[in-house]
């Protein structure tokens, strides 16, 4: 259980992150806002509470990893880094720009702490996977986190990468479904429903949870039990808001990338520092 004082920490953390997030595509003037935003209050208890990391040595070998499969919500892992002291938080103003080392989506080779190169949609679980039995063959403890989306779970590469963690019983992964109903054009159950994807994943073997993914206790409590449930790899679905916290984003169909205006970044941030 967090205290109280975790909690409001985390909150505060989750806050910075999407304040941060919306300034840099504001510096743009366009990005992906929706995906980006919803997972900001999970990337805070990775960053503020369960990943071990060293923020002075990305590459560090006993670090835990997390691969963003959904590699265009970047914006949002760069705010998470970038306060944790990865890299200066000046950079944050060059998001996707010419020279930057910070592209639109998540790049090993541009950005210290992004542990893997994403952003081809269905690709991270079995990045992830890979890596996970790799730790397990080594002897090694390390935590392997992959963030994928609900409308990316529609790819069938997803499914292989599950079969094959549980029959390697990769209990040293544990998976989160951003489960905000969403994708590009239109609603999931509108394109291709996936039903409960917690009854998938359990019916993939894996042991699952559901939780409120805006719910920094009850993601942080979800996580700390997949830790001490051994034998077989983890799924925690997230039931999240797209584009939550930014208020010209939030509960907009059309929220996937979206272009954003000075007065639109004022407005959303000053209702995030008051909030």
């Known amino acids: 259980m967090l205290s109280n004082q975790e909690t409001k920490e985390l909150k505060q ?17 366009f990005g992906h806002m929706g995906g980006a935003m919803s997972i900001c209050d999970l990337l805070s208890v990775l960053y503020g509470k369960q990943m071990n990391y060293d923020a002075r ?5 006993g670090r835990d990893w997390l691969i963003c499969s959904k590699g265009h919500a970047g914006p949002a892992v760069y705010a998470a880094l970038a306060l944790k002291g990865f890299f200066p938080m000046e950079w944050l103003k060059t998001l996707n720009q010419p020279g930057t080392r ?54 069938g590469q997803n499914w292989e990468a599950a079969m094959f963690a549980a ?6 992964l544990i998976l989160f479904v951003d489960n905000n109903r969403q994708q590009l054009d239109n609603r999931t159950d509108a394109i291709c429903s996936m039903e409960s994807l917690k009854e998938k994943f359990e019916s993939f073997r894996w042991e699952t949870r559901e939780v409120c993914g805006h719910d920094v206790e009850a993601v942080n409590e979800a996580i700390r039990q997949a830790k001490h449930d051994g034998g077989r790899p983890h ?14 984003a939030e509960n907009q169909l059309k929220n996937h990338h ?18």
């Open 13 to 29: 953390f989750a806050a910075e992150i999407r304040i941060h997030t919306i300034r840099q595509m504001a510096a743009r003037g």
């Open 57 to 61: 040595n990305p590459e560090w070998e």
């Open 102 to 155: 910070l592209p639109s989506h998540c790049d090993h080779l541009k950005t210290p702490g992004i542990d893997v190169t994403t952003g081809s949609l269905g690709q991270g679980l079995s990045v992830a996977a890979g890596i996970a039995l790799a730790k397990k063959i080594d002897g090694k403890e390390n935590t392997v986190y992959c963030i994928i989306g609900d409308g990316e779970s529609q790819e």
């Open 167 to 172: 029959q390697q019983r990769l209990d040293n």
């Open 235 to 248: 799924a925690i679905v997230l039931n999240t808001i797209k584009g939550k916290g930014c208020t010209f």
């Open 258 to 275: 979206i272009n954003v205006t000075k007065d639109q970044a004022a407005e959303a941030l000053k209702a995030l520092k008051n909030g």
